[in-house]
C-alpha cells in the first residue's frame, strides 16, 4: 500500500522558519511534489524534486524562501520553510509525481492527508 505522509505543521510568527517532512512508503516516485491550499482558494504548486538527480523546482511565489530535499535512505522529502509569510498560511500536502509538468495537481497521485501551517503577523 503506498502511503505518503506529511508532518512539522504548526503555528508561527512571520518571519520565523518551519520544517516539513513526507515520508512515502510502499513505492519510490521519480518526482515528489509539494502543493498548498489556503481557504477559499484553490490547490496551489509549492515545488518539486526529482528523484534521481535531485533536481528543484518551485513556484515563484516561495523561490529563495523554501528548499525541497530528499533522503533516499529513508524515502523522504522535506521542505524547509525560511522567512514566513502570511501569505503562506495554509495545508501542505506532498504527492507522488506519476506524469506530465512536475507543476500541475493533474500528474499527480498518492496524495498525503497534509499538515496545516499557520503564520501569524
Known amino acids: 500500500q503506498v502511503q505518503l505522509a506529511e508532518s512539522g505543521g504548526g503555528l508561527v510568527q512571520a518571519g520565523d522558519s518551519l520544517r516539513l517532512s513526507c515520508t512515502i512508503s510502499?513505492?519510490?516516485?521519480?518526482?515528489t511534489g509539494w502543493f498548498r491550499q489556503a481557504p477559499g482558494k484553490l490547490r496551489e504548486w509549492v515545488g518539486a524534486?526529482?528523484?534521481?538527480?535531485?533536481?528543484?523546482y518551485y513556484a515563484d511565489s516561495v523561490k529563495g524562501r523554501f528548499t525541497i530535499s530528499k533522503d533516499s535512505a529513508k524515502n523522504m522529502m522535506s521542505l524547509q520553510m525560511n522567512d514566513l509569510k502570511v501569505e503562506d498560511t495554509a495545508v501542505y500536502y506532498c504527492?507522488?509525481?506519476?506524469?506530465?509538468?512536475?507543476?500541475?495537481?493533474?500528474?499527480?497521485?498518492?496524495w498525503g492527508q497534509g499538515t496545516q501551517v499557520t503564520v501569524s503577523s
Open positions: 504527492a507522488g509525481h506519476r506524469f506530465g509538468g512536475v507543476h500541475m495537481a493533474a500528474g499527480y497521485g498518492h
Open positions: 510502499g513505492r519510490t516516485f521519480t518526482a
Open positions: 524534486i526529482t528523484w534521481s538527480a535531485g533536481t528543484t
